[in-house]
């Protein structure tokens, strides 16, 4: 059995240090049938642990009415993700927060006059957390990894002492009961965490940190200052406590105990009614590549995959101002911007976090054990400064370098001639440094039994299966590979583009996959997502075609191969029908073709307005705030509606001074300006 563990440093596997990636995707919030998909879809991005809260409301709604069904059904997810090929955190709160009503608590417990000090150590309170938890245990039963299960990890709580709860030694007196409650249960795993911005944390739990690119709930309608998250720095806590760099720094831990995790760097963001900022792939890549140079050795995303708020019995399950918030959120819509969105769609994200991930899943062991060390005093503010971090110990080690910061245009740098530091410094051939940039270099980096000295482009990831292995670089200047040994290792170099379309996929060996859309293993063959024409590249050939493919020749070191078919037109039919000034309202009509197996359409909806909701007859089953994105919508995820309704808010002129938002759209209203759809082959 794999074995796990942890020291001040870094977290092992099997005896090595090991630097896995994990993504929050939340069963509760997608529909069952498809778990196992998007799951896949995860792991093909580099993704080796899920992480799932377990929300009190969604399975015990009604007191002592509990449900674990449908979307609800824990079990059949954990057993997914096990043939998925993934580890499992178990996050079951009590308290969760996860833009949930009542922060996941069910109404008759949040109730101030129900008589429950929720949060504490009141036996009243406990009596329903052992009720709860004792479902959550039942369901995880042999699925944790001391029975073969892929169940390595447990969160205890949430936020605690930050967002409610108490702090000093009473909240400390709490994590501890709870954590002893969990042990009771049979809750014995490897990984015991907690968050560690909260105050309460105890000698036996780990603290993960999070960090997000801007921040929805903060109590303006204008721009931030810039976001801290985008400095080197030593500091664990997330730049954007209290909405103020220089706040929320002090931790209540000692950071020379404990290595630097992360659960919750922001994959997206979750917009709100008042504040709606929309996180790029590029802000999530940069600030994911900032944190990893800064020393941490466990990448946590949260949200990794968006979702839906699953019907409520008695109320709707979103966080709202009505529940005691300072947010109003979607009533369904939980998209988050995540790399993989609200429906299973692809996303700038994914593709650059996948960078990072390869790299992880073949050099993070080596990484891992490397100390962090940076130029001091870097400020977010300033746009001048080249900035700059090393993770390295003696012989060799990484240069990371950002020039990237989000909603400010950072100077140009050229001419650079940087500096890899250890005994005996190397140094790099100079390098003009664009604005917006942001990647690492490895100097002295043992490849195989080659020594490479430095190079001016970013490893990838490693290919094995062959007479010898391969390595694969990316970036956009001539990688001028300079090395140590007589030896040098076998090399496969991308441009940037290219690496983000790359995908590691073990068959009969490993291949490099180059595509748009999500590609997987599954029972020893290549799937590929994709439309009616779908084209991908492979390094090296595949024995044969994938399923449905035919070969069309050398493209460079890569093979191309096409899968074509006439495509399948869904038209929408978009008519206004109704509305006045508060509100437009459209009928969508949709005529589909004859379907194949595998076969769905992506709908996709240009809209003006301050918010939009979508029903399939009298059931509302999606609705957005206005950001200026298109509104996507699968449509074989409602089983194929043929008419749909669309009711727009509009968006006025008042509006702007109760709402953020990045760019304001050059006239207001309320309209759908287009309907279209677009072909998927889910397989």
């Avoid at 447990?154 to 400390?172: F, K, R």
């Avoid at 790029?280 to 990893?292: F, I, P, Q, S, Y």
């Avoid at 005093?377 to 390295?392: F, I, M, N, V, Y």
């Amino acid at each position: 059995m794999t074995t796990f563990g942890w020291n001040r440093q870094f977290l092992q596997k099997d005896g090595r240090p090991w630097l896995p990636v994990m993504g929050e995707f939340h069963f509760s919030r997608y529909r069952a049938q498809d778990w196992e998909r998007e799951l896949r879809k995860m792991r093909a991005g580099g993704v080796e642990i899920v992480s799932t809260y377990v929300i009190w409301i969604h399975h015990e709604e009604i007191r002592g009415e509990f449900d674990f069904t449908g979307c609800r059904d824990l079990r059949r997810f954990l057993l997914a993700a096990q043939r998925a090929g993934l580890y499992v955190f178990v996050r079951p709160g009590p308290w969760a927060h996860a833009e949930a009503r009542n922060g996941g608590f069910p109404d008759w417990l949040a109730d101030p006059d129900s008589g429950i000090r929720a949060r504490t150590d009141d036996p009243a309170y406990l009596a329903c957390v052992r009720a709860f938890w004792e479902q959550i245990a039942a369901q995880c039963r042999g699925l944790l990894l001391k029975d073969g299960g892929p169940v390595i990890g447990l969160q205890i709580e949430n936020e605690y002492g930050h967002a409610g709860g108490l702090t000093g030694p009473e909240g400390q007196a709490h994590m501890r009961t709870l954590t002893a409650l969990a042990g009771e249960l049979g809750f014995t795993v490897p990984y015991v965490t907690a968050t560690g911005w909260g105050g309460a944390l105890t000698g036996g739990l780990l603290p993960v940190m999070g960090a997000y690119c801007d921040a929805p709930w903060a109590g303006t309608a204008k721009e931030l200052p810039a976001n801290a998250n985008f400095v080197f720095t030593h500091r664990r806590n997330d730049g954007l406590i209290a909405c103020d760099h220089r706040a929320g720094q002090e931790l209540s831990f000692d950071e020379g105990s404990f290595p630097y995790l992360t659960a919750e760097l922001g994959g997206g963001l979750q917009v709100t009614a008042h504040r709606r900022p929309v996180a790029t792939g590029r802000d999530t890549g940069a600030m994911a590549l900032v944190k990893l140079g800064s020393g941490a050795n466990l990448l946590g995303f949260y949200m990794y995959h968006g979702g839906s708020n699953p019907a409520g019995k008695r109320t709707t399950l979103q966080e709202s101002r009505a529940t005691g918030y300072a947010n109003d959120l979607p009533e369904i819509n939980y998209d988050f911007n995540a790399p993989i969105r609200q429906f299973g769609t692809i996303s700038d994200s994914y593709r650059e976090l996948r960078l990072l991930a390869l790299f992880l899943a073949d050099f993070g062991s080596d990484l891992a054990p490397l100390p962090a060390g940076m130029d001091p005093g870097q400020d977010p503010e300033d746009c001048h400064t080249l900035r700059l971090s090393w993770r390295h110990d003696q012989n060799h080690g990484y240069l990371f370098v950002n020039n990237y910061q989000r909603l400010r245009t950072m100077a140009a740098h050229p001419g650079v001639t940087l500096t890899g530091r250890c005994d005996a410094p190397v140094e790099f051939p100079p390098i003009d440094i664009r604005p917006g940039e942001f990647f690492f270099l490895p100097y002295r980096m043992a490849l195989g039994s080659a020594v490479l000295h430095s190079a001016l482009a970013t490893p990838l990831c490693r290919l094995d299966g062959g007479a010898e292995p391969v390595f694969v670089f990316y970036g956009d200047r001539a990688p001028q590979f300079s090395w140590e040994t007589t030896a040098q290792a076998a090399l496969l170099h991308l441009t940037r583009a290219e690496a983000l379309q790359a995908a590691k996929i073990r068959l009969d060996r490993d291949y490099l996959v180059l595509a748009e859309d999500f590609v997987w293993e599954e029972d020893g063959e290549l799937k590929v997502c994709g439309g009616a024409e779908t084209v991908i590249r492979v390094f090296p050939a595949l024995p044969a075609p994938p399923r449905g493919f035919a070969e069309e020749g050398a493209d460079g070191p890569f093979t191309r191969y096409r899968r074509s078919h006439a495509p399948a037109v869904a038209p929408v039919r978009l008519q206004r029908r109704s509305g006045d000034e508060n509100c437009a309202v459209y009928d969508l009509c949709i005529d589909y073709p004859p379907r194949r197996p595998g076969q769905d359409w992506l709908l996709r909806l240009d809209w003006l307005g301050e918010r939009m909701e979508l029903f399939d007859g009298p059931r509302k089953i999606n609705d957005w705030f206005y950001t200026g994105q298109s509104a996507l919508l699968r449509l074989g995820y409602f089983d194929f509606p043929t008419r749909l309704t669309a009711v727009v808010r509009p968006l006025r002129e008042e509006d702007r001074e109760r709402i953020y938002l990045e760019r304001w759209p050059q006239r207001l209203g309320a309209e759908i300006l287009r309907a279209g759809t677009t072909e998927e082959n889910r397989e």
